[in-house]
């Protein structure tokens, strides 16, 4: 016997929409996002071109980005060092070869930890705020107010934004891997009976320049994609206070499952086409 709604839709009806919706759903909502970073992209190199870039709105943006994601960092980055030291010297102490030390730990630091935090503190305080301050204005319509007065949002609030996420990921990766890298020789010479010397020859013959720049690289990608998701999902806030909250934590999720995904596929391509080699 089928049971009928007050809108007149069976049950089974009911649950063909729902499964519609979503799986659908987060389908249309890559393609916005993806609409909207193709948008942003298209119009930064327009105002790089005709010098209307809003460098005052960058700079602040990027300023409360650091200012709320570099002691978090430095937080994160000694753990980071301490743990990876702990973990691999432990297994590398079994082997005898304590002098490849430094050679994991600055593997691990540089081609993972340095990327993934930065990556994880700005979507986490970076892109949230982003979110939070574009849903607050589109749920008071000011979004749509800037529209009525011929002003583009995207130019006015999403460029700064993505401009300076991308700027501060790559100098927050940085800062990760000094930090953690000290704090991983620190512990290698103190605990784990490492010579300085070793450590750092081990280090160097490992590690090469383009560690660097994949992590420099993996920064900026992760960097773009949050402050493009955190956009997306303050502009597209709905239902008040509740739906700001909402976008807010949307982005936080979503962000930090992009930049696992992106980094999976990222290493697996560096480690194809760039195996390891000793320098």
Known sequence: MTT????GLNNREILLNNLRDNAVGPVRTLGRTFALAVTA??????DVLRGRLKVKETVVQA???????ALPAFLMAIPFGVIVTIQIGNVINQLGAQSLLGAGSGFAVIQQAAPL?????????????????????????????MRTMGIDPV????????IA????????????I?????????????LQGVGPGS?????????????IWLAMFKAVVFGFMIAVIGCQRGLEARGGPRGVADGVNATVVVSTVAIIGVNLVMTLVYSVFFPLQLG
Do not use: C, N
């Not at 009928?4 to 809108?7: E, F, K």
């Not at 503190?121 to 982003?130: E, F």
């Not at 996420?165 to 990760?176: G, K, N, R, T, Y």
């Open 165 to 176: 996420s991308v700027i501060v990921a790559p100098l927050l990766a940085l800062f990760i």
């Open 199 to 211: 450590y750092w020859q081990s280090f160097g013959a490992f590690a090469s320049i383009r560690d």
């Open 63 to 69: 300023w409360y980005m650091v200012s709320v994601t």
């Open 178 to 190: 000094g930090v953690g890298v000290i704090a991983a020789f620190y512990l290698a010479i103190t």
């Open 155 to 162: 130019q006015r609030l999403v460029v700064p934004r993505i």
């Open 117 to 145: 935090a930065s990556g994880m503190l700005l979507g986490g305080a970076g892109a949230s705020a982003i979110a939070a301050d574009l849903g607050a204005r589109t749920v008071r319509e000011e979004i749509d107010a």
């Open 4 to 7: 009928l709604t007050a809108g």
């Open 41 to 46: 992209v298209a119009q930064m190199a327009i």
